[in-house]
């Protein structure tokens, strides 16, 4: 069979860098810091051996001076509990992966094999690197306490006690640990099909950061995970429209490559992210059969985004066919094609050489297949061009596999299951049992530290937090990201509420107000709707009013 080795491989990078696999997002942070200290290339660490708890808690107890009244079974249980990302945690088989990313320099201590991030840290640095100002931001967070020439390190007085440890183990074991940055691995900074991802993942990141003076820096590390995830989840679902539109039309539109940055309804993006949530959280409900709607929607879309891949990793191998025949310049300063420089390649001048290229390779499969199988029959009696053909190959091949790894991987993005979770399935029902879009608590948490900021009322360019209208903030949840909760969105599987429909959207706005309640950002103040007010958790300046936009 000829879809062996590199004819069958899948992946584009101006797609997306993950190797479609399931994420901890632990381990993707642990990787990112490695390319925030290295300006956006991988660590290279030379070390002895792999290191287990054992290893860390000898080196508690062999420095009383630093941890002080340490003994082993208790430091043995915090080490596992609070320090250490485990691997199969609880079982016979649990090993650390690395300490939990709390301090810039934790990366040095992760053991690689059991700490994959699978592309993720690639994905998000080249996403960051949109707006200088959050990859600052983030060095400055992680790396607050270090200096960049000499590595010297000097903890602040506010140090929490799990920061500190981390601290003393970079400072105790730091010498025995080489990190270099791993120049083996060569970025690819393709612009992406679509500006605007990263442009929003930028600002909620640098408004996140706004409150790390204000609140543990525990929870702010966990809020930056959650917001990595759910950024990377729009990302993909938004590539799951885009994609295969683009492979179409054989062109990207403008104004996606300018990021939509006019506010005119306009200019905004054809193929924006629409989901459904279910505020709730309990299976069963009518609101829950309108989220499982929506979810069904976007993860049908899974095998067309699977063979718009293809093609343009198929695009990608015919161009270098002709670069090195010399009948493509290969572009400006870069030894690699972005997917709208593929993408042009579908055009009619190259149809002769496009179809003498891949005619070779439906020869090559249809040769080594001594007796078709019946689906591959039907494909060569379809008549399709030798592209068209040799996609539809892959497809029958490698699709239902590629499609399984990407619904893995696409769950792990939607913290199925976890805290932060924009997705839900019933547990011991199966891969296929019903999905559901859902609002989990702490992306909740995230979305309101990031949007009760607004430009402080002194004119200074400061941002300050202020009181926000529950109405204004689902507009803002809707336009910002695509997430409805007390209207249904405007296609992506839907045409307009019909009377039952009414009945469960109201019952999902109830469910949202409660779930504010809960994690105590509103307060019943009055009945009336344009009085219902989101409080701040965390007070920062004052700002100018209610309803400013974050865009």
């Not at 791993?182 to 996140?208: G, H, N």
């Not at 191998?317 to 420089?341: H, I, M, V, W």
């Not at 300050?464 to 405007?490: C, H, K, N, Q, W």
């Amino acid at each position: 069979m000829a879809l062996t080795g590199s004819l069958g491989t899948f992946h584009h990078p101006g797609v997306s860098r993950i190797d479609y696999k399931p994420l901890e997002m632990d381990r993707v942070l642990t990787a990112l810091l490695a390319r925030l200290w290295h300006h956006g290339m991988p660590s290279k660490i030379s070390r002895t051996a792999t290191l287990d708890v054992d290893v860390f808690v000898k080196l508690f107890l062999d420095h009383p001076d630093v941890f002080d009244g340490f003994d082993r079974e208790t430091t043995t249980r915090w080490a596992v509990t609070h320090l250490m990302d485990m691997v199969n945690r609880g079982r016979a088989d649990e090993a650390v992966a690395a300490p939990r990313p709390l301090h810039g320099f934790t990366y040095r201590f992760r053991n690689s094999r059991k700490s994959r991030p699978y592309g993720a840290d690639e994905q998000l640095y080249e996403m960051l690197g949109a707006d200088d100002g959050a990859l600052k931001g983030l060095r400055e967070f992680f790396f607050s306490d270090v200096d960049r020439v000499t590595g010297t390190i000097t903890p602040g007085p506010d140090t929490d006690v799990e920061t500190q440890a981390l601290l003393h183990l970079v400072e105790l074991a730091g010498r025995k640990v080489r990190d270099q940055a791993d120049t083996s691995k060569p970025r690819t900074p393709s612009p992406p099909l679509c500006a605007e991802p990263a442009q929003l993942l930028c600002q909620d990141v640098m408004r996140l950061l706004y409150h790390q003076d204000r609140m543990p820096r525990t929870v702010l590390v966990d809020y930056l995970k959650t917001l990595f995830a759910f950024h990377l989840a729009l990302y993909h679902l938004r590539m799951m429209k885009l994609l295969p539109a683009a492979v179409e039309a054989g062109t990207v539109p403008a104004s996606c490559r300018r990021g939509h940055t006019s506010k005119a309804a306009a200019d905004r993006c054809p193929y924006q992210v629409r989901l459904f949530l279910d505020a709730d959280g309990a299976p069963g409900t009518p609101a829950a059969a309108l989220a499982e709607h929506s979810a069904d929607i976007w993860y049908r879309r899974i095998p067309r985004f699977v063979q718009a891949t293809y093609q343009v990793k198929k695009l990608d191998d015919f161009a270098e066919s002709l670069a090195k025949a010399g009948t493509l310049s290969r572009p400006a300063g870069r030894n690699y094609f972005t997917p709208e420089e593929l993408l042009r390649l579908l055009d009619k001048k190259r149809r002769r050489d496009r179809d003498a290229f891949f005619l070779q390779r439906v020869t090559r499969v249809r040769d080594e297949e001594e007796d078709l199988p019946p689906e591959l029959k039907q494909i060569t009696q379809l008549g399709l061009d030798p592209f068209d053909e040799y996609t539809e190959m892959l497809m029958h091949y490698r699709g239902r596999y590629y499609r399984g790894q990407f619904v893995k991987c696409l769950d792990s993005m939607l913290l199925k299951h976890r805290p932060g979770a924009l997705l839900a399935q019933p547990r011991g029902g199966g891969a296929d049992a019903a999905r559901r879009f859902v609002l989990d608590g702490r992306l909740l948490e995230v979305l309101l530290q990031v949007s009760l900021l607004r430009e402080a009322a002194d004119g200074s360019g400061d941002l300050a937090t202020a009181p926000m209208r529950v109405d204004e903030f689902l507009t803002l949840l809707r336009s910002r990201y695509g997430l409805y909760i007390d209207r249904l969105p405007d296609g992506d599987g839907f045409a307009g509420a019909h009377l039952d429909d009414q009945a469960a959207l109201r019952a999902n706005s109830a469910a949202f107000l409660n779930r504010l309640r809960e994690i105590g950002y509103y307060q019943d103040m009055s009945d009336a709707y344009l009085t219902q007010t989101i409080t701040p958790r965390y007070a920062i300046g004052t700002a100018t009013r209610t309803g400013v936009s974050t865009r």
